[in-house]
């Protein structure tokens, strides 16, 4: 049995990232189901939160199986479910809402109860994701909700999207062109905005000293969760190097080659 070393097994409650933490792609990383099956045996609370609002939690579940950690759709919490949750607890009966997304904010909102429209006239809110289905026709409808008063809320930031083929559009890219056009900024929900922190430490019912936000990327993960109170592990696995990490303001409280640096030997 596989058990977290001090002082990391003193946290109370953990969010984690998942691309470039527990996986590259479809290829789990090292100590990646140890991990989470330490945390299970020990009954410690933790979550998933990625701002990638493109999958379901279903998706992911079925995903992370394949990799042999096994969570039930409660563990995953997207900038997508976070953005559902956030309309929901602020307007109270929004009427129809338009997305420029694809089908992971578009399952979150509907699951949140909400009524999607295509049509700018019968939005009050306008929400915007990761859209590898983006049309003018969809935009130009987001753009004159958004001119016509509908309040414009953004799942995620993120500027671009590692594929295969290399770097392409992220939300942040669809966000950037609804913005030349709108001459508005929406508020984004996800990392490294306070909105998907607050959520997650209720749902995890955890206070935020006692948390700590498990991730790969300084920008979002680190600089989000040092924001929102919680202590910070940067996993070199992904996006930043030993360099980066270290230079970094906030510095991460811990930078760890890998996952295995997490376990007692
Ligand atoms: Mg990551």
Same mark, same amino acid.
């Given at each position: ?32 189901? @140890? ?6 045996? $020990?009954?410690?609370?933790?979550? #998933? !939160?990625?701002?990638?609002?493109? +999958? &379901? *939690? ?104 590692? @594929? ?6 992220? $939300?942040?890219?669809?966000?950037? #062109? !609804?913005?030349?056009?709108?001459? +508005? &900024? *929406? ?79």
């Amino acid at each position: 049995m596989t058990r977290l070393a001090p002082p990391f097994d003193a946290f109370q409650g953990w969010l984690i990232d998942m691309d470039g933490v527990l996986y590259h792609g479809t290829r789990p990383l090292p100590g990646a189901s @140890s991990f989470i099956r330490a945390l299970q045996e $020990a009954q410690t609370p933790f979550l #998933f !939160l990625t701002n990638n609002a493109t +999958r &379901t *939690p279903a998706e992911y579940v079925q995903r992370l199986a394949q990799m042999d950690i096994h969570v039930g759709e409660e563990a995953i919490f997207t900038s997508a479910l976070a953005t559902a949750r956030y309309v929901q607890q602020t307007y109270p009966a929004p009427g129809p809402v338009l997305v420029v997304g694809g089908n992971g904010i578009r399952v979150a909102l509907q699951d949140a109860g909400f009524a999607l429209t295509d049509r700018a006239d019968q939005a009050r809110i306008v929400v915007s994701a990761m859209d590898v289905d983006a049309t003018y026709a969809r935009c130009a409808e987001a753009t004159l909700a958004i001119r016509g008063g509908a309040a414009w809320l953004q799942t995620n930031p993120d500027r671009t999207f590692p @594929s295969e083929r290399g770097i392409v559009p992220g $939300a942040g890219a669809i966000q950037a #062109f !609804l913005e030349a056009a709108t001459e +508005r &900024t *929406p508020l984004i929900i996800g990392k490294p905005q306070p909105g998907i922190f607050q959520q997650a430490l209720e749902l995890l019912g955890t206070p935020p000293e006692a948390t700590v936000m498990l991730g790969d990327r300084l920008e979002t993960d680190i600089l989000g969760a040092h924001g929102a109170g919680l202590k910070t592990i940067c996993v070199l696995t992904g996006i930043a190097t030993r360099d980066q990490a270290q230079a970094y303001h906030p510095r991460p409280d811990w930078i760890l080659d890998d996952l295995n640096g997490l376990f007692r030997k």
